[in-house]
Structures are given as C-alpha cells and as structure tokens.
C-alpha cells in the first residue's frame, strides 16, 4: 500500500456520500463498496449512518455480512459512524427482529439511546488520540455504547455515556463527524490504515 490507502465506504444506505468527501480530504482513495469484490480491493472501511436494522438486512440480501465478518476478523481496519457503531458490536442491547451485526468490538450498544430524530443534537467531543482539541460531534437518534470488554478501549465520553470505542483495527463513534467539515476522526482513520498496511 501507498501513503493513499485505498478505503471503502458501505454503500447499502446510509450518509455515504459525506464519507467520501471526508476521507478524500484525509488523503485516502475513497470508493463506494457494495459488493464482496469491492470489499475485496480495500484498505479499510467505513460503516456509516444511517437505519442499522436496514442496512443489516441488505448486508445479508447483497451477500456482504459473511464477507464482512471474515474480512473485520481477519484485521481489515474499519470504523463505523452511528449505525455502523451498532454493527460492529459484538452484542445489541434492543435488537429488532432479524437484526444482525458484524461485530468486531466487544461491547453493548444501546439504539437510538440519545433520542429521536427531533432530539438531535451537537457538541463537542474530546476523542482520545485526535489532536487538536475537541471535534463537532453531531448525534442524530444516536446509540451509545452501555458496557465494553477487556478488549475495547473507550476513547470518548458525552453525557457520562460512552460515545467513541476502539478495539484493535476497529473503531466506532456514535456521532457524525462526516457532517461537520473537521475531517480530523477520519484522518485519524486514516492513519491507522496506513499503520496496518
């Protein structure tokens, strides 16, 4: 790999298009990944916002949760914003019916545990390991995260709620950074899949 990783983003639904803004300003080739094959050529990935429930079920009607799973197993670095945070943990608190997940980071997420859509909110985040200050967090009917294992480290806190987690080459926040113009959590990104490659 290049210093310009390759990096997908999940497009079954979802914010997508935002997170390829962000990542290209990060100085990553970013690409839309809706097959096993896509996946197949990336360097990282990122699972954005959107319906968890949804994206879940299309994730197994395109034939992508297994290739998912194997690839986030195997060490594929990936970070999940919002709904992504819920489909990388390894167990859902209130899951709907049929409800699956990718895992990946040993932890319990709450959904929509900051509220509906009309209690959305900003605020600024101190993020463990991104310089310069807090970033614009924008939590729309956004999960946190009740409990995590040995294994995952918390990286940021709003609210006494835990809001950022890394375990390893995974990693999740329960707000959209994509959405504020301060591309600094995707750098960090970033940098870890430059650090894995």
């Known amino acids: 790999m290049t210093d310009t990783p390759v990096i997908g983003v999940l497009a079954l639904q979802g914010d997508v298009r935002e ?36 994206m879940s079920k299309l994730a197994v009607l395109f034939g992508m949760m297994e290739p998912l799973r194997e690839r986030v197993a195997a060490g594929l670095p990936v970070y999940g914003t919002c709904a992504g945070m819920i489909l990388l943990a390894d167990k859902i608190l209130d899951p709907r019916a049929g409800q699956e997940t990718v895992g990946g980071i040993d932890m319990i997420v709450r959904r929509n545990a900051f509220g509906r859509q ?69 750098a960090f990104f970033t940098d870890m899949v430059r650090a894995v490659g």
């Open 19 to 54: 997170h390829l803004i962000a990542l290209a300003s990060a100085d990553a080739l970013a690409r839309p990944v809706r097959r096993p094959e896509e996946l197949a050529e990336v360097d990282g990935l990122v699972i954005p916002g959107g319906e968890s429930t949804t």
């Open 118 to 186: 009309n209690e959305s909110f900003e605020a600024a985040v101190d993020v463990d390991g991104v310089p310069g200050g807090p970033v614009e967090g924008v939590f729309i009917r956004a999960p946190w995260v009740e409990s995590v294992g040995a294994r995952a480290e918390v990286l940021a806190v709003h609210g006494g709620h835990i809001v950022a987690v890394r375990q390893g080459n995974v990693m999740a926040t329960s707000f959209h950074p994509e959405l504020t113009g301060d591309h600094r959590v995707h």
